[in-house]
């Protein structure tokens, strides 16, 4: 069964971290650009960080440059989503998505079809 699988999120005070993982089964992740997106209540799903097949370049959204690291271990075939610093604002549901065709730019702008595979979501709420 192809899916993919996030852990991780949870509660944390401002300023805390926590790191999220994307656990590919059923596929390999090697060939696919692996992005982290999120969405708040009310608001639409938004690109945070993307990172490509190839040769490992990253993107991420200004709202999370300097606090969120990705990553990845193709030998796990797992994709991580470090997250520090984190603020209110931060508070979502995280998903990972897998896609073979769009660059990691087009993936984290989220064109229209991108995402080949998407993950269920894993819940991060920030609060003081």
């Known amino acids: 069964q192809v899916q993919l699988v996030e852990s991780g999120g949870g509660l944390v005070q401002p300023g805390g971290s926590l790191r999220l993982s994307c656990a590919a089964s059923g596929f390999t992740l090697d060939y696919y650009a692996i992005g982290w997106f999120r969405q708040a209540p009310g608001k639409e799903r938004e690109g945070v960080s993307c990172?490509?097949?190839?040769?490992?370049?990253?993107v991420y959204a200004d709202s999370v440059k300097g606090r969120f690291t990705i990553s990845r271990d193709n030998a796990k075939n797992t994709v991580y989503l470090q997250m520090n610093s984190l603020k209110p604002e931060d508070t979502a549901v995280y998903y990972c998505?897998?896609?073979?065709?769009?660059?990691?730019?087009?993936?984290?702008?989220?064109?229209?079809?991108?995402?080949?595979?998407w993950g269920q979501g894993t819940q991060v709420t920030v609060f003081a």
């Open positions: 990172i490509s097949s190839s040769d490992d370049s990253t």
């Open positions: 998505a897998a896609d073979r065709l769009f660059t990691v730019q087009a993936m984290c702008d989220m064109v229209p079809g991108v995402g080949d595979y």
